[in-house]
């Protein structure tokens, strides 16, 4: 079945850095799009990054951008996350998540568990 | 940036009743609008998209309804299994994607 898995959350200090990985299995990784979403305690869902198929084209919020970049390996069937100068308001669950739509429409399809990002010294 | 609103930010409901939830774009975004549903501890899931059209596996009673700024999830009859937080996505002008505060379903 389809299926995201993400790792590599952890409890880091401000000023920190982390790389999240999301491994895909049960679809054609190489041919569809990816969302990071994340979701700080008690909040609602916050686009962090897009990236497009097959990584020609990378988008990112307004309040990542320098920080975070996304990227992928289609050979691997896993997206990343890299993110740096981390802050207390970066703390949340980090969601992988497949767009939906074939070449027209960019919902969200699948959504992996989550992996947990804290921030804190 | 289109600014997502939704209303009521929380609504009692008993089950076997409607529930009728609404979302508005501070612009228009055509049809290119998704509806997610999410329980405590869990991912969020993909109910609505294109405005109107069920995802795969979403039960009848779950309809999306609207286009430019205006849009209404229906659910009804309520089962137990619904109550939820259910959050308007607008994918139309991009980027940002974003994402509304959130309708919080629960029991009257």
């Known amino acids: 079945q389809v299926q995201l898995v993400e790792s590599g959350g952890a409890v880091v200090q401000p000023g920190g850095s982390l790389r999240l990985s999301c491994g895909a299995s049960?679809?054609?990784?190489?041919?569809?799009?990816m969302f990071w979403v994340r979701q700080a305690p008690g909040k609602g869902l916050e686009w962090v990054a897009f990236?497009?198929?097959?990584?020609?084209?990378?988008y990112s919020a307004g309040s990542v951008k320098g920080r975070f970049t996304v990227s992928r390996d289609n050979s691997k069937n896993t997206l990343y996350l890299q993110m740096h100068s981390l802050r207390v308001e970066d703390t949340a669950v980090y969601y992988c998540?497949?767009?939906?739509?074939?070449?027209?429409?960019?919902?969200?399809?699948?959504w992996g568990k989550g992996t947990t990002v804290t921030v804190s010294s | 940036e289109i600014i997502m609103t939704q209303s009521p930010a929380t609504l009692s409901v008993s089950p076997g009743e409607r529930a009728t939830l609404s979302c508005r774009a501070s612009q228009s975004v055509r049809s290119n609008l998704a509806w997610y549903q999410q329980k405590p501890g869990q991912a969020p899931r993909l109910i609505i998209y294109a405005a109107t059209t069920r995802a795969t596996g979403v039960p009848g009673r779950f309809s999306g309804s609207g286009s430019g700024t205006e849009f209404t999830l229906t659910i009804g009859p309520l089962q137990s299994e619904d109550f939820a937080v259910y959050y308007c996505?607008?994918?139309?002008?991009?980027?940002?994607?974003?994402f509304g505060p959130g309708t919080k379903v629960d029991t009257k």
């Open positions: 998540a497949k767009r939906g739509g074939g070449l027209v429409h960019y919902y969200i399809d699948v």
């Open positions: 049960g679809f054609s990784f190489p041919n569809s799009g």
């Open positions: 996505q607008q994918y139309n002008d991009w980027p940002p994607f974003t």
């Open positions: 990236i497009r198929f097959d990584g020609s084209n990378k």
